[in-house]
Every structure is written in structure tokens, then in C-alpha cells.
């Protein structure tokens, strides 16, 4: 694993956001340079799935286990930036268990905020999860990090919309899901930017009245006993992936057994925390 994520572990700051409002971001977390070549990836990807599915250019759509279709897209599952933030947060018994790309299209002709509205459609994620759990609130069991690939900097373009605070809260908290709600926020970020999201928090894209697509790759993050939401089609990457990545893509050496009762060959990542970084962090 890139020894560079040493420099880009948790801050406290991060931590007490996370806490307190389900959410957290992370400026820069991409380079421009990366975020400029990983575009015409989605969009090649984007175009190829919409033919399959036999989607309209200007339809909004989520692209689901997208993470097998390019190798660049290999490279952010345990990117120095922001994966060490995630074993703080979530700790070493982890795995990638969902991606979705989503592309949302610019907005009819004609068509403006002001008459049209936002197109919200709140929710949490990880549907049955939050009808079969008793305890309330309701566990974490995940978060994702969404890496923003196109300015959202202004209202209008599409942007993410979270209610602070919410991830505690397991009903929604207001009369609408297609409307906004006292106390939510639009995230306004700048392209390589990283979003941090508890599973729980109640969230919503919006429409996007911009003149270019908006651009977002969600890479969920679970503890390894759940079930992948995805296909997860990987199967050619794991000959040439380290252990630490082989974990997260779901490899066990002891069987089914190994996501619930891990042996050590199990979980490579709890070893690599304890020998680069204090031994508390991993237990």
C-alpha cells in the first residue's frame, strides 16, 4: 500500500464532523491531473452502458459495480488520500462492497431551476438494512466517499444535497422525499474534491441545470461480514493486486468463514496498520 497515506490519516476535526453531521469533505483529494484523464474514462464507460441499457443521452443514471470496467478506476480503491480515513473510521475488517457511477446530464433546453425545481429524491442507503435492524439509531455498517469529477461549486449543477445530522435519525424527517427539508444543504465542491458520507444520512442528487454532465464516482466501504450490494466483477484484477487490495475485493483464504471469523491470512490491512502505525489503531 502507498506509504503516502501515512500523511492523510483521520484529522480529529474530520472525526467530530463525521460524528456529528454524517459527513465530512476532503479538498484536492484528486489531483487535476487525474481527475482530467479519469473524464473521457466515465464517459466512454457512461455512453457504452447507455447503449446496452438503451438509455436516453439525458436520462440521469447511476452505473452500478462500474469499478471492473477500467483500471483507473482500480486505483481509487485504496487511494493514499482517502482510504486511511476510512480504516479510522470503520476500522481494518473491511471490503469494497458497492460503486456506482453517476452521470447526470444536463437538463432539457429550456428547463431552469427556478420553474423545474431541484428533482430531489431523498433516501438512505443500503435499502433492507434500515428495515431489519431493531436498535435505533440505527448502525453505521458503512460509508462511501464520492470523488467529484465536475465543478459543483454553484447551486444548480446537479449537486448532492445532505441533511446534517440526519445519519441519527432513522425516519425521514420531513413530508416529501422529492422536496427539500428544513436544515438541508447543497455540497458545493470543486472537481477532485472527496465527500464522505455516513450509509445513514439522509441524501439526494439534484438536477443539474449546468452545461456539462455532472460527473460522480461513489465507492462504498463495508465491514467484510455484508453481503456485496454489487456483482463485483474483479475477478481479473486480483492476480495482480496486493493482499491489501485482494481483502478489499473480497478474497478469503479460510472460506466463507473468513468474512465473519477472519484468520490472519484473512486481513492483511490490520497488519500493515499495526506495523506503520500506532498499534491502537488497529485493534
Known amino acids: 500500500m502507498d506509504a503516502r497515506c501515512l500523511e492523510h490519516l483521520l484529522t480529529e476535526d474530520e472525526r467530530l464532523r463525521f460524528e456529528r453531521d454524517g459527513y465530512f469533505t476532503v479538498e484536492n483529494a484528486l489531483p487535476q491531473s487525474l481527475v482530467d484523464s479519469l473524464i473521457p474514462t466515465v ?9 446496452r441499457m ?20 482500480l486505483e481509487l480503491l485504496d487511494w493514499h488520500t482517502t482510504f486511511p480515513k476510512v480504516w479510522d473510521l470503520l476500522n481494518w ?11 447526470s446530464p444536463p437538463e432539457a433546453e429550456g428547463k431552469t431551476l427556478a420553474e423545474d425545481g431541484l428533482g ?18 440505527r448502525p453505521r455498517v458503512s460509508l462511501k466517499i464520492a470523488y467529484f469529477l465536475t465543478d459543483t461549486r454553484e447551486e444548480g449543477r446537479g449537486n448532492f444535497y445532505v441533511l446534517p445530522g440526519s445519519h ?3 425516519d425521514f424527517p420531513g413530508s416529501d422525499r422529492k422536496e427539500p427539508v428544513r436544515g438541508c444543504i447543497p455540497i458545493r465542491v470543486a472537481p477532485g474534491t472527496a465527500v464522505f458520507f455516513d450509509r445513514r444520512i439522509w441524501h439526494s442528487a439534484s438536477a443539474n441545470y449546468w452545461t456539462e454532465p455532472r460527473r460522480v464516482l ?6 467484510r461480514w455484508l453481503r456485496p450490494r454489487d456483482d463485483m466483477q474483479v475477478a481479473h484484477y486480483i492476480d495482480r ?3 491489501i487490495r485482494q481483502q478489499l475485493l473480497g478474497v478469503t483464504h479460510s472460506g466463507g ?3 465473519t471469523s477472519p484468520t490472519e491470512a484473512d486481513i492483511p490491512l490490520k497488519h500493515w496498520i499495526e506495523e506503520h502505525v500506532q498499534p491502537s489503531s488497529a485493534q
Open 43 to 51: 464517459d466512454r464507460v457512461d455512453k457504452a452502458e447507455r447503449a
Open 54 to 73: 438503451d438509455m436516453g443521452a439525458d436520462a440521469r443514471i447511476n452505473h452500478f459495480d462500474f469499478i471492473g470496467k477500467d483500471d483507473s478506476f
Open 93 to 103: 475488517h473491511i471490503q469494497l462492497y458497492h460503486t456506482h457511477m453517476t452521470v
Open 120 to 137: 430531489l429524491g431523498w433516501h438512505q442507503d443500503s435499502g433492507r438494512l434500515n428495515n431489519d435492524f431493531e436498535t435505533s439509531p
Open 168 to 170: 441519527l435519525q432513522d
Open 218 to 223: 461513489f465507492y462504498g466501504y463495508s465491514y
Open 241 to 243: 493486486c496486493d493482499p
Open 257 to 259: 468463514r473468513g468474512y
